[in-house]
């Protein structure tokens, strides 16, 4: 009752302001030119009052009013006065290669995937809504879904062998960074994790021991790891070689290869639980270990929260809650609180997607759903239904939508398809799943 309420007084506002809209308009016709001047300032402020997706609307109504919603200064005003980025919905792939979209937040402008690559290896997304799109091909593409355009990086010189990780980082000036973590050529030790379980119908079924051995997934232990960095504001990769050493080895976990970018830094999660970050100022990283309750729990992944606090949190089998952590001075884990997932005792729980403090609620993945568990609340609700092993990622973006130097929008569908015979891009299609409230 409380959220229709609100929602109601919102949409009677948004009437009132498209009102005093119309009222201009009329205005606007008038020959003086004084009054021209004042209105365009009465107008940006009152566009700033406005959901995103209504000012894009007005982008047709004159030249003036697509002057000031296109010019940069307005969309820093707009995401300063309506504050930071929040979680739009999750990404995730079919068997199709469709990308598929489930918003959980319809506020916001809507993401579109029309003409994405098919060969699609690895996803990521930044606090600000790009996307990193990393193709079989070694192309790597940055992408933002809501205005459209794309920055193509360029192949870097070399084979790199095996990479443990990528991520991507916004920058204030609106360049971006993206980072790729490789394993050393000379650096050869590998481990194979043995699979001695699997998932059915939402039960963990063990092996049988007289099964083959070969049933093992390989991932890479190593006390070096290459940085290799893209920067945008050079268009070109770094020069000199990163290479970090560590005092341990270190695993990197294959569900999180997409690293989690707060400010100028990157997180990615350890397969013992520990935290790897990049720093691309320094051009250092380093291991932050895990919050020391954390041990023999579950579950467990990183987010980056709407205030840009990195946040850990893992799963507690015998009481069924999350347990959330924030990271304080770079290196402590303070406990935040527990959110209860009422329901949840007979499904697998696959990862924790996201925890949304602005919501105050927490996302998980099970392996035929996504649910929502809000703080307060007695019980989960449905976001959408899954395929068993699908990976979901969070997209997170601003009130209004970010902007990138030397970008370039997208082929129309119509070069698209041209493409499609040379085997380069293909039209992508997108969904969309409602909430089931």
């Not at 003036?64 to 969309?75: E, N, Y």
């Not at 929040?86 to 995937?113: E, R, T, W, Y």
């Not at 879904?145 to 916004?170: S, Y």
């Given at each position: 009752m409380m959220m229709q309420k609100l929602l109601s007084e919102k949409s009677t506002c948004v009437l009132e302001v498209i009102t005093m809209m119309k009222n201009m308009l009329h205005m606007w016709n008038k020959p003086d030119k004084k009054k021209s001047v004042i209105n365009e300032d009465i107008v940006t402020e009152i566009l700033l009052r406005l959901p995103a997706k209504s000012?894009?609307?007005?982008?047709?109504?004159?030249?003036?009013?697509?002057?000031?919603?296109?010019?940069?200064?307005?969309?820093?005003?707009?995401?300063?006065?309506?504050?930071?980025?929040?979680?739009?919905?999750?990404?995730?792939?079919?068997?199709?290669?469709?990308?598929?979209?489930?918003?959980?937040?319809?506020?916001?402008?809507?993401?579109?995937?029309?003409?994405?690559?098919?060969?699609?290896?690895?996803?990521?997304?930044?606090?600000?809504?790009?996307?990193?799109?990393?193709?079989?091909?070694?192309?790597?593409?940055?992408?933002?879904?809501?205005?459209?355009?794309?920055?193509?990086?360029?192949?870097?010189?070399?084979?790199?062998?095996?990479?443990?990780?990528?991520?991507?980082?916004?920058?204030?000036?609106?360049?971006?960074?993206?980072?790729?973590?490789?394993?050393?050529?000379?650096?050869?030790?590998?481990?194979?994790?043995?699979?001695?379980?699997?998932?059915?119908?939402?039960?963990?079924?063990?092996?049988?021991?007289?099964?083959?051995?070969?049933?093992?997934?390989?991932?890479?232990?190593?006390?070096?790891?290459?940085?290799?960095?893209?920067?945008?504001?050079?268009?070109?990769?770094?020069?000199?070689?990163?290479?970090?050493?560590?005092?341990?080895?270190?695993c990197f976990q294959p569900e999180h290869k997409a690293g989690v970018s707060i400010g100028g830094n990157l997180y990615w999660m350890t397969m013992d639980g520990a935290v790897l970050s990049y720093n691309s100022e320094s051009e250092t990283a380093e291991l932050i270990s895990a919050p020391a309750s954390s041990a023999g729990l579950d579950a467990k992944s990183m987010h980056c929260s709407a205030n840009e606090i990195l946040v850990y949190c893992a799963r507690e089998r015998m009481t069924e809650e999350v347990v959330i952590w924030e990271l304080s001075d770079r290196k402590t884990w303070v406990a935040k609180e527990r959110v209860k997932l009422h329901g949840l005792k007979n499904f697998h729980l696959v990862k924790i997607l996201y925890v949304c403090h602005e919501m105050q609620a927490v996302f998980v993945q099970t392996l035929k759903a996504v649910y929502r568990f809000g703080v307060s609340e007695n019980e989960g609700k449905q976001i959408c239904t899954l395929r068993s092993g699908v990976r979901m990622t969070p997209y997170l973006m601003s009130p209004w939508p970010a902007s990138l130097i030397g970008d370039e929008a997208w082929p129309s569908s119509s070069s698209s398809s041209k493409n499609k015979n040379s085997g380069s891009t293909t039209k992508l299609k997108i969904h969309y799943h409602t909430i089931h409230e």
């Open positions: 000012i894009y609307k007005f982008k047709c109504v004159s030249k003036t009013w697509l002057k000031i919603i296109t010019d940069p200064w307005f969309g820093h005003a707009y995401n300063s006065s309506n504050g930071l980025p929040v979680l739009a919905g999750f990404f995730h792939a079919d068997d199709n290669c469709d990308l598929i979209f489930n918003p959980v937040n319809h506020q916001l402008l809507s993401p579109s995937l029309n003409h994405a690559p098919l060969n699609l290896l690895g996803l990521s997304t930044s606090s600000n809504g790009f996307l990193l799109l990393c193709i079989t091909d070694g192309q790597k593409i940055v992408y933002n879904p809501v205005t459209r355009r794309r920055l193509m990086i360029p192949k870097m010189k070399g084979n790199q062998e095996w990479i443990h990780a990528f991520g991507l980082i916004h920058e204030k000036d609106n360049h971006v960074k993206a980072v790729f973590a490789y394993k050393l050529v000379t650096d050869d030790i590998q481990t194979a994790l043995k699979i001695d379980s699997f998932t059915r119908d939402n039960k963990i079924v063990e092996l049988p021991k007289d099964w083959p051995e070969m049933l093992v997934k390989w991932q890479c232990m190593t006390k070096n790891v290459e940085f290799r960095v893209y920067c945008s504001k050079k268009n070109e990769w770094n020069s000199k070689r990163l290479v970090s050493k560590f005092p341990r080895y270190v």
